[in-house]
C-alpha cells in the first residue's frame, strides 16, 4: 500500500463542457496544495497519439492495444500542469481544433476508460487531489472526501467557450455544440455524465471564478471539520 493512501484526500468535480471545471479545479488545487488532475486531458492525449498513427477510432481493439502500449503522464511544475505522451510535453497539441472533435469517440470505449481509471488512481496515489472531468465522482473516486457537479446555463457556457477558445463561431452554433457534447457524453454506455448521488450541486452561472473557487473551499473546510 502506498504511504500516503491513508492521508491522501480527493476532491472531485464533474460537470459538462464549459461549466467551469478545469478553471476552478486548477485554481483550488493551487490554493490548497494540492495536486491538479486533468482526467481530459488524458484521453486528449491517447487522442492525439491515434490521431497521428491514422488509427480508426472507432476500431475498439486498435484503441486498447495503442492504451495497453502508451504512457500518459501529467506533472504539476512550476504552476503548470504537463501532458506527458510516452515521455514528449503535448500540453499545447491536445488543446487543438482537431483533438477536441475526436477525443469523445477515445472516450466512449470500455476498454480505454478502464486503463485511463488506473491511471489517474495511480496518480491520486502520489498525494492530495482537485480531479476533473466527467466520472471522477462515480467512477474513478467514489469515495472522494467532497464531490462537487459543477452546472451552469447553456448560454453562459457557450459563451465562455467563446471567450476561451477565441472562436468566430456564433453564440447560437456554439450553443448547438454544448448540446451535441452534452447528449454524447451523458449518454454513451461507459461511465455517462451523472451527478453523484452525494455530489454538491454549484451552479456557477453569474460566478466568477474566483467565486466558484471560494465556495468550493470553504465546503471543503466544512467537510474537514
Ligand atoms: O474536459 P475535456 O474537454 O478536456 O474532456 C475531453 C473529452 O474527454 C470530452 O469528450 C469528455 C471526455 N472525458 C471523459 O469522458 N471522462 C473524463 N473523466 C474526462 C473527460
Known amino acids: 500500500m502506498n504511504k500516503n493512501s491513508n492521508k491522501a484526500d480527493v476532491i472531485a468535480i464533474d460537470g459538462p463542457a464549459g461549466s467551469g471545471k478545469s478553471t476552478t479545479a486548477k485554481i483550488l488545487a493551487r490554493k490548497l496544495g494540492f495536486l491538479f488532475l486533468d482526467t481530459g486531458a488524458m484521453y486528449r492525449a491517447l487522442t492525439l497519439k491515434a490521431m497521428r498513427q491514422g488509427i480508426d477510432l472507432d476500431d475498439e481493439d486498435a484503441l486498447k492495444r495503442l492504451v495497453d502500449n502508451t504512457s500518459v503522464r501529467l506533472s504539476n511544475r512550476d504552476g ?4 506527458l505522451l ?3 510535453d503535448v500540453s499545447r497539441e491536445i488543446r487543438s481544433a482537431e483533438v477536441s472533435r475526436n477525443v469523445a469517440r477515445v472516450a466512449a470505449k470500455g476498454a480505454v476508460r478502464e486503463r485511463m481509471v488506473q491511471l489517474q488512481r495511480e ?3 502520489t498525494g ?3 480531479a476533473e472531468g466527467r466520472d471522477v465522482g462515480t467512477v474513478v473516486f467514489p469515495d472522494a472526501k467532497l ?3 459543477l452546472v451552469a446555463s447553456i448560454e453562459e457556457r457557450a459563451r465562455r467557450r467563446m471567450r476561451e477558445t ?3 463561431a456564433r453564440l447560437q452554433e456554439m450553443m448547438a455544440d454544448l448540446k451535441k457534447r452534452d447528449e454524447a457524453d451523458s449518454l454513451r454506455d461507459h461511465s455517462p455524465l451523472v451527478k453523484a448521488e452525494d455530489a454538491i450541486e454549484v451552479d456557477t452561472t453569474g460566478l466568477t471564478i474566483e467565486q466558484q473557487v471560494n465556495l468550493i473551499a470553504q465546503l ?3 467537510k474537514k471539520k
Open 80 to 83: 503548470k500542469l504537463h501532458v
Open 86 to 88: 510516452d515521455g514528449e
Open 123 to 125: 496518480f491520486a496515489e
Open 128 to 130: 492530495s487531489v482537485v
Open 147 to 149: 464531490k462537487i457537479f
Open 166 to 168: 477565441d472562436s468566430a
Open 220 to 222: 471543503w473546510e466544512k
